[in-house]
Antibody, heavy 120, light 109 residues
Framework: EVQLVESGGGLVKPGGSLRLSCAAS????????MNWVRQAPGKGLEWVGR??????????DYAASLKGRFTISRVDSENTLYLHMNSLTTEDTGVYSC???????????WGRGTMVTVSS | QTVVTQEPSLTVSPGGTVTLTCASS?????????PNWFQQKPGQAPKTLIY???NKHSWTPARFSGSLLGGKAALTLSGVQPEDEAEYYC?????????FGGGTKLTVL
């Protein structure tokens, strides 16, 4: 079954860092463009950023509001996508989900997300 | 900063028709913005309904349709079902980055 499973969320203090994972099943992550999307409690969806497929160069793009604090990477041997988050603030609290799509492929599948809580 | 605007809430009767819209602060929404529409029910992951303005996935019910209407992206639900009650989000492309609208809470009453 094609699916995405996120992990790595938890409680972190303001100013801290966290790395989230998105494991893919039944397809090869490096062959597609992937995105991270987040949702603060009771709020709407926010696109965080994306990574292009390996054949399209693997470049990344990010929402301007993140101001360079987040980095998306991929480990092909693990078939896993990562989101590295630094200098976290309470405004980064929310559910972080990965979503497949972009480039020549439409957005289609989503993971269920992992919860990040930034609090002292 | 680019802002994508949707109606905060809409109400429709079962069997009725409703159109949700998605506007860009940069001007008219065209096919170059590759509008996408997503449905999210409470406690669930979003589901992709429409991509590139008017294309449906295999799982998208026929009663959902996407279009460009009066300078906005639009999602029309015809013959609304109770299970269509949900939050709907549009997503627009701005040359390398994507921006979600604030969402429309659709109530079926």
């Amino acid at each position: 079954e094609v699916q995405l499973v996120e992990s790595g969320g938890g409680l972190v203090k303001p100013g801290g860092s966290l790395r989230l994972s998105c494991a893919a099943s039944a397809f090869t992550l490096s062959n597609v463009w992937m995105n991270w999307v987040r949702q603060a409690p009771g709020k709407g969806l926010e696109w965080v950023g994306r990574i292009r497929s390996k054949t399209d160069g693997g470049a990344t793009d990010y929402a301007a509001s993140l101001k360079g604090r987040f980095t998306i990477s991929r480990v092909d041997s693990e078939n896993t996508l990562y989101l590295h988050m630094n200098s976290l603030t309470t405004e980064d609290t929310g559910v972080y989900s990965c979503m497949r799509g972009g480039g020549q492929r439409p957005f289609d599948i989503w993971g269920r997300g992992t919860m990040v809580t930034v609090s002292s | 900063q680019t802002v994508v605007t949707q109606e905060p809430s809409l109400t429709v009767s079962p069997g009725g028709t409703v159109t949700l819209t998605c506007a860009s602060s940069t001007g008219a929404v065209t096919s170059a913005y590759y509008p996408n529409w997503f449905q999210q029910k409470p406690g669930q992951a979003p589901k992709t309904l429409i991509y590139s303005s008017n294309n449906k996935h295999s799982w998208t019910p026929a009663r959902f349709s996407g279009s460009l209407l009066g300078g906005k992206a639009a999602l029309t639900l015809s013959g609304v079902q109770p299970e269509d009650e949900a939050e709907y989000y549009c997503l627009l492309y701005y040359g390398g980055v994507w921006v979600f609208g604030g969402g429309t809470k659709l109530t079926v009453l």
